[in-house]
């Protein structure tokens, strides 16, 4: 007799596809992790950690990080032996492609001496075909100095590889370099911002006389942990909060400031004169062209003297801010400012007289959309409560931003914390309880309309606490993935996950888009320094953690160990319901969810429908085929491997199926009645936090 094909029943039963549960971590396919040990830095600042990861469509991974020297993978030292040695330095950095099954297929080390920068900010993938990184370096201009900078030795004799060794005060640049999917360097460019005077000269760091002439190298500026992007047309769009008036040197010399000059290379400049120029702390916008050509177009965002005091404390890399673009090649970005003072006057977007940001709370943040011509689209604005005297624990921060294309959703992720828990904050003038939590904000990417929001509670604090590195943040398939900390406990889904008082908690935390928990995965470390990830990426049913540690930590089955003051991982997960849509059934839903499947005369039950380790299975008006006094069906999965089941018999047409060693995972479960016809039920098996 014709079997039936067992994914007929796909549309009816897809209902069941991602429904899940709490989880405890199922299982990291691999873990890589690498330590060293730096006596010249202090434990509670970390050296080793990663700063970003993307991968192909392929499934390769693509990481950039740092380390000090003695840090090794798989038995693999990151520093190569460079002619001049491997003198004693704690900022080093690396790009490394691994496979989907873990292996070490290319690595590229950044490496300076001195102490001098030699630090990966930022890295981004174009389509299949190259790899587009930022740097801070420090270019050698002294006998004894040297940079190995991704192949290539850089010293003194050959600095002009990088740019004129007169063009800059302190050496330092930011290098953007592309590379291809193999390692195989492109093109570098080095960049570093000048400031012009109101008589057109550029200022230099020793002009006392006021005469240029007599006066030393320039005075710059480099992109320092600036966040870009880069546009369908590969133009590069980099983000930045201008710092020329309270870094200018002299007392005086701010006065002259009229213009900013950028140079490439040591010797291409663009210069622009703001007729708008900020007395305090504002953000600008630059678009170059492919090769850094041409300066294409500058903005600034805001039209009006910003009435705030500053951003987040000097050196966090959250005062740059986040850029971000999606699919149209439409720019946001978000910010955050410090209000110290609560002025409360208000600033109009450049070309955007009616879009205005309002001066409220100490801490505020804006989102803003631009087109691809960087004209603004909308701005929307955040505001944190706060009544209290400025604290450690008593900040807002905008983190990180992702983009789902399929949903046309903006979920941008960010820290709320205050030592009075009666306080709140307003997202456009929406009000949410997001005291002392760490959450994400989903907006519609085209109107900017607030949606929802999702939180981790607790009765301390949880945050993304780190400010070295950016926090990551992945979407898909109604899931929101991010990977804040927390202190005390937490409460999800109306269950409290103690920890010891004041130990501080890691966690993968995962919600649907309308802020209802999905699943938690615990990442179980005793050291508050720690970070359970601050890079992410999903493909297909991977997700890629990137984190580090100043303790030991414990990943499912995998227990890692630092050598140092610091340890960094990078794990690979994976879980197959990633692949398909979640479906939340509500907050009364108690796990007895049943799919009723009518055809041929039978109705076919599966309940509660996601399990956990047992499913039961109901057939009305027939019988299943006993044979051997058994009643058996097939159980198969999403790798197309299929095998005989046992079902134990319940009484009245009820059975049942265990399934406890099984992995999370959707399965198809097809059944032969008495009459010899078969039926297939679609199950999800989840795992349970609480189960061990």
Not at 295 to 310: E, K
Request: include cysteine; aromatic fraction near 14%; glycine fraction near 6%.
């Amino acid at each position: 007799m014709k079997q039936k094909n067992p994914f007929k029943h796909l549309l009816l039963l897809s209902i069941l596809l991602a429904a899940s549960l709490p989880a405890f971590s199922q299982h990291f396919d691999w873990v890589k992790s690498y330590s060293a040990n730096n006596p010249l830095r202090p434990l509670w600042n970390p050296y080793n950690f990663i700063v970003s990861s993307v991968t192909d469509s392929y499934g390769n991974l693509y990481v950039a990080g740092r380390f000090a020297n003695g840090a090794a993978i798989d038995g693999q030292d990151l520093l190569p032996i460079t002619p001049h040695g491997s003198q004693y330095c704690y900022r080093n950095s690396f790009i490394i492609k691994f496979s989907p099954q873990g292996q070490i297929l290319w690595k590229k080390v950044l490496h300076s001496n001195d102490e001098k920068p030699g630090n990966v900010t930022e890295m981004h993938i174009v389509g299949d075909t190259a790899l587009y990184i930022t740097s801070d370096v420090y270019i050698p201009n002294s006998d004894g100095q040297y940079i190995y900078f991704y192949d290539t030795l850089i010293t003194k004799d050959n600095a002009s590889y990088m740019m004129s060794l007169d063009s800059c005060t302190y050496s330092y640049a930011t290098a953007f370099s592309i590379m291809d999917l193999d390692g195989n360097v492109l093109e570098h460019h080095f960049l570093h911002i000048a400031l012009i005077d109101t008589a057109g000269r550029v200022i230099t760091s020793d002009r006392s006389d006021g005469n240029p002439e007599s006066s030393g190298r320039i005075f710059n500026h480099y992109f320092q942990a600036n966040p870009f992007c880069v546009d369908s047309d590969g133009n590069i769009i980099i983000g930045q909060v201008p710092r020329e008036i309270s870094d200018t040197p002299g007392s005086n010399n701010w006065q002259l400031l009229s213009g900013i000059s950028i140079m490439v290379d040591g010797h291409s400049r663009f210069s622009f004169y703001p007729e708008n120029r900020p007395t305090r702390s504002n953000y600008r916008i630059l678009k170059f062209s492919p090769h850094f050509d041409n300066l294409l177009q500058y903005q600034y965002v805001f039209a009006d003297t910003p009435f705030w005091n500053g951003d987040p404390p000097a050196g966090d890399p959250l005062t740059t801010g986040r850029l971000l673009m999606d699919s149209e090649d439409n720019i946001y970005l978000c910010h955050t400012v410090f209000n110290r003072d609560r002025d409360y006057g208000r600033v109009s977007l450049n070309d955007a007289s009616d879009m205005v940001l309002e001066g409220k709370e100490v801490f505020m943040g804006f989102l803003v959309k631009y087109n691809s011509h960087l004209e603004p689209q909308y701005i929307r604005q955040i505001n944190y409560l706060n009544t209290q005297t400025q604290g450690y624990y008593d900040y807002y921060f905008f983190h990180n931003m992702t983009i789902d294309e399929d949903s046309n959703s903006l979920f941008v992720i960010a820290s709320v914390a205050c030592d009075v828990p009666q306080e709140t904050m307003y997202v456009d003038g929406v009000q949410l309880n997001a005291n002392n939590n760490a959450l994400f904000l989903q907006f519609d990417k085209n109107t900017g309309r607030f949606l929802s929001y999702g939180i981790v509670p607790t009765n301390k604090c949880s945050n993304f606490l780190d400010t070295l590195v950016y926090t990551g943040v992945v979407c898909k398939n109604n899931r929101v993935f991010a990977l804040p900390t927390f202190q005390n406990n937490i409460q999800w889904q109306n269950n409290e996950i103690n920890i010891e008082q004041y130990k501080w908690g890691k966690g993968l935390f995962i919600w649907d888009y309308a802020g209802n928990p999905i699943q938690y995965i615990d990442f179980n470390s005793i050291s508050r320094r720690s970070e359970p990830g601050n890079a992410l990426v999903l493909h297909d049913s991977i997700l890629y953690v990137c984190g580090y540690s100043t303790s030991s930590m414990t990943m499912a089955d995998t227990i890692l160990y630092p050598s140092g003051n610091t340890l960094a991982y990078i794990a690979k997960y994976v879980d197959t319901s990633f692949m398909t849509p979640y479906v939340y059934t509500g907050p009364q839903d108690t796990g007895d969810v049943r799919i009723k499947v009518v055809e041929d005369g039978n109705t076919f039950v599966a309940y509660p429908n996601p399990f956990r380790q047992r499913v039961n299975i109901g057939i009305e008006n027939g019988d299943l085929r006993i044979e051997n006094g058994v009643a058996k069906a097939w159980l198969t999965d999403m790798q197309g491997r299929r095998e005989e089941v046992r079902l134990t018999p319940a009484g009245n047409g009820k059975y049942t199926l265990d399934l406890t060693s099984r992995p999370q995972s959707t399965y198809l479960l097809t059944l032969t009645t008495a009459t010899g016809k078969t039926h297939t039920l679609r199950l999800l098996k989840q795992s349970d936090i609480f189960s061990r």
